[in-house]
């Protein structure tokens, strides 16, 4: 029926797979280009001191301006420009001979003023990128940043190899039959040659793989999602947000529980197959 655990399931897990695959993609491209050397641009000591120099003779050329607008306003206040404004036909013929100009003056630096402050944002935005850009550099010399480096570049490619393996799987229909643990393990005995408990082995580590993969995608969900709500949310739309969230996570274990079948022995495999329905 329409209330059966299957159908609700199947409609739910549409919305929290379509969640966790775009989760997934953005973490998958997110955390090499973060972490490996590759994409790091070399930035020096010269590179940071120019720009600053830049910044500072920027910010020496606003101050400058601004000044002299300052002194402008002050002198047309001095001389009863602002205040005292001349009536009368000669009153107009002067005003519009004298103080016209100096208002156009003023609005033309004025202008520049304001160009000359954006490119300060922008000089100082780009200077803390740099400065950013450099610690990335130093952190990538260190031995926690090479082992970052390291995983960027096992991840890519393990992740280029899902995208193929799993196009493969959809055009032909294909469903795989043993989970990758024991499948690997199957692989480096027969390799080794030595005598190990592969049963009893797969069960225990793939268990442990599916709480790790649960624990950390669990908790990059929420870390995403928190800054995500903290972009977005107010005092009026608090409630709302906590509902929303609730709603997501119980989307999001709902697919977990979907996706990590594959990750388990086929005999628990079908245990949760039976819980969930045919699907």
């Not at 643990?181 to 069960?203: A, C, H, M, P």
Request: net charge positive; proline share 1%.
């Amino acid at each position: 029926g329409i209330l059966s655990i299957e159908q609700l399931i199947s409609r739910v897990g549409v919305i929290g797979v379509t969640l966790m695959a775009l989760l997934s993609g953005f973490g998958a491209v997110n955390c090499p280009y973060t972490y490996m050397s590759y994409f790091l641009r070399n930035v020096t000591d010269a590179d940071i001191l120019a720009l600053e120099r830049r910044l500072l003779q920027t910010m020496d050329m606003i101050v400058s301006k601004k000044k002299r607008i300052a002194v402008a306003h002050r002198t047309m206040f001095q001389r009863g420009e602002v205040h005292n404004k001349p009536t009368g036909f000669w009153g107009m013929i002067k005003s519009v001979t004298t103080s016209t100009a100096g208002s156009e003056n003023l609005s033309l630096i004025q202008q520049e003023v304001d160009a000359l402050e954006e490119l300060s944002r922008q000089l100082f935005l780009e200077t803390a990128d740099l400065h950013a850009t450099k610690e990335r550099i130093e952190y990538s010399k260190t031995f926690q940043g090479k082992y970052f480096n390291f995983l960027g570049y096992f991840f890519s490619i393990y992740c280029v190899w899902k995208i193929f393996m799993a196009t493969i799987n959809i055009v032909f229909d294909r469903v795989g039959k043993t989970d990758p643990v024991t499948r690997g393990i199957e692989i480096t005995v027969n390799y080794l040659g030595i005598q190990f408990d592969v049963k009893f082995w797969s069960q225990h580590i793939s268990f442990i793989l599916v709480g790790i993969i649960i624990v950390t995608s669990i908790r990059g969900l929420l870390i995403t999602l928190t800054k995500f709500f903290y972009a977005i949310s107010s005092s009026k739309s608090s409630n709302v947000i906590v509902l929303l969230l609730a709603q997501i996570m119980g989307m999001y274990f709902v697919s977990s529980v979907l996706l990590i079948r594959m990750s388990m022995p086929l005999e628990y495999r079908t245990i949760i197959t039976e819980v969930l329905g045919e699907l």
